[in-house]
């Protein structure tokens, strides 16, 4: 029995977990495809098959859409769950119902749950799940029990075989493709979209981001073969400015419909697309029979809180994290601060997981960092300091911090005049440097790495 959370969630990182490089051996994530997240759930009484879903693939953006769809649902008066992945500090952030996260004693039982279904879908000879799968049967599990009126479920990675593939939902969605484990899900964007849009449903809309023609062919062909009509979503119009408010970047655009304001929770041209196509699905949701009207996206779409996306963390100096980790998304982090933000230059607090590349996000950091400090996040995948400063080879003026409080105290000493500190290059980095910032969080007890 897991008696504390502390036990659950041991149990669960126990088992391979491709996001904290443990237990794969170098192996792929779903080596049997979906079959055994399938069975974890027929197990538990298949409790995804009733509920009305929304399920969104991507590289960049999902979870923002996420969570706008949800912050309207929610303001319609929909009881919303919400399953993202990766958490900033805590796994029951994943796991979300009213913007609430679970609550421990409900994950713990949960897991005592899943305890159960993973030894019989072991005993079947179909192995040991992940982590992933045995998460994402639990989020199913948990918005049945507790009657969500609609589930939002943000794929892991790719799409195909990712565990969360095992639904059949009412909305489909694919935003901004990029270049991306590329090991996994092919060495060109039309390979990776093509990947990302198996999603695809018979008979269910694929609303898909704007972006370059080969991408969206190649997700109109899977489409297509899988009977699912496509809609490209173009941006949601805006003036171009920002602003600040209650610590979240904030702009508002122009409602397609009816040309009214629509105030966004999130700033930047990355997010005006972002919510283009969180706009798109509630109105499919409408038409499904979910009705989501345009009051409730526009207050829910004001409300919308993601944090560790351009997200004020203290003022003085101004201190931003952003969980930016890929060089398109860091390069629009600097060009929004910039251009609608009014924040031109400042010391920049750097670290990146062991599988990105630095240089090339350091160098798109460029406009705007006087220099780096360079730190390791508190991740199990975290690179260390040293090996950063190695692959920047003097691109920047760059040091290295032990951890990401001193970092901070560095980097606001540093500051001139007019400048800002940005913490940026992971989410870890990103909650690192929230929680040293002073901003209220519940941290999970650490648990060690399995090999």
């Known amino acids: 029995m897991s008696d504390t959370y502390a036990d659950a969630l041991a149990w669960l990182y126990r088992y391979a977990d491709f996001e904290r490089g443990s237990g794969l051996g170098g192996g792929p994530p779903f080596g049997h495809g979906l079959e055994r997240t399938s069975r974890l759930l027929a197990d538990l009484g298949n409790p995804h098959h009733g509920l009305r879903i929304v399920h969104v693939a991507g590289s960049k953006g999902k979870g923002s859409v996420c969570a706008l769809v949800a912050s309207a649902a929610e303001a319609a008066g929909l009881r919303t769950g919400l399953y993202t992945q990766p958490h900033l500090h805590s796994f029951r952030e994943r796991f979300q119902i009213d913007a609430q996260p679970i609550d421990p004693p409900s994950f713990a039982r949960l897991v005592d749950r899943m305890r159960v279904a993973v030894k019989r879908t072991r005993d079947e000879t179909l192995g040991l799940p992940t982590t992933f799968e045995i998460s994402t049967a639990m989020a199913l599990a948990w918005f049945r029990m507790e009657e969500v009126d609609l589930a939002i479920l943000e794929v892991g990675l790719g799409g195909r075989l990712d565990a969360t593939n095992v639904v059949t939902p009412d909305v489909t969605a694919v935003t901004s493709i990029v270049r991306e484990h590329t090991r996994l899900l092919g060495d060109t964007l039309p390979e990776i979209a093509r990947e990302k849009a198996a999603i695809a449903k018979p008979g269910i809309p694929m609303l898909v981001s704007d972006q370059s023609p080969e991408i969206v062919e190649a997700i109109r062909a899977v489409a297509k073969a899988a009977g699912a009509a496509v809609q490209v979503v173009p941006a949601l119009a805006t003036d171009g400015s920002a602003g600040w408010r209650n610590g979240r970047a904030v702009t508002v655009a122009r409602d397609p419909v009816s040309g009214d304001a629509l105030p966004l929770g999130l700033a930047g041209p990355h997010q005006a697309r972002n919510a283009g196509v969180a706009y798109a699905i509630c109105r499919a949701l409408g038409d499904r029979g979910v009705a989501i009207p345009r009051d409730a996206m526009r207050a829910g779409f004001g409300a919308a809180h993601w944090p560790a996306r351009l997200e004020l963390v203290a003022s003085d100096p101004p201190v931003v994290v952003d969980g930016a980790h890929t060089v398109e998304a860091v390069a629009v982090v600097v060009d929004t601060l910039r251009r609608q933000l009014s924040l031109q230059r400042g010391p920049v607090i750097f ?67 007019g400048h800002a500190v940005l913490a940026i290059g992971s989410l870890a980095v990103a909650a690192d440097v929230r929680a040293a910032a002073g901003v209220p969080v519940e941290s999970d007890p650490p648990v060690p790495v399995a090999r």
């Open 351 to 417: 670290g990146a997981l062991r599988d990105k590349s630095v240089r090339h996000m350091a160098e798109a950091l460029r406009p705007f960092a006087t220099h780096l400090v360079v730190i390791e996040p508190e991740h199990p995948r975290g690179m260390p300091s040293g090996d950063v400063l190695t692959q920047l080879d003097g691109l920047h003026n760059a040091t290295a911090a032990p951890n990401a409080a001193q970092a901070l105290a560095l980097a606001c000493d540093a500051t001139r005049p």
